[in-house]
């Protein structure tokens, strides 16, 4: 059974970090696109950034929405099978729910190019 997991999620203040992780449980993630998303209240779902398939290293594409270019990074730890995101100098917009998503071979910006998807870390960005 293929599982993802987010973690690192929480309350921060204007300005400040926040380094999110999503493990995955019966896929090998270094094979998987890789993809987070973000909801906020009474908005639709967004891309926010998204790296390819890199085998058995730790580099591969990245493609981020213009919102967080410059302030969020994505990296790969495949020893501990994780993807993880870190955001910095995050304002109140980037308050949602934040979402990883994977698939096999194949990466992009939209949720259903996706075959698996975790339940979600809530980030709340305060004033």
């Known amino acids: 059974q293929v599982q993802l997991v987010e973690s690192g999620g929480g309350l921060v203040q204007a300005g400040g970090s926040l380094r999110l992780s999503c493990v995955g449980s019966g896929l090998y993630l270094g094979s998987c696109g890789m993809g987070w998303f973000r909801q906020a209240p009474g908005k639709e779902r967004e891309f926010v950034a998204a790296?390819?398939?890199?085998?058995?290293?730790?580099?591969?594409?990245?493609d981020y929405t213009d919102a967080v270019k410059g302030r969020f990074t994505l990296s790969r730890d495949n020893a501990k099978n994780t993807m993880n995101l870190q955001m910095k100098s995050l304002n109140p917009e980037d308050t949602a729910v934040y979402y990883c998503a994977a698939r096999k071979f194949a990466w992009g910006r939209t949720w259903e190019q996706y075959d698996y998807w975790g339940q979600g870390t809530q980030v709340t960005v305060s004033t």
């Open positions: 790296m390819s398939w890199t085998g058995g290293s730790t580099g591969g594409s990245t």
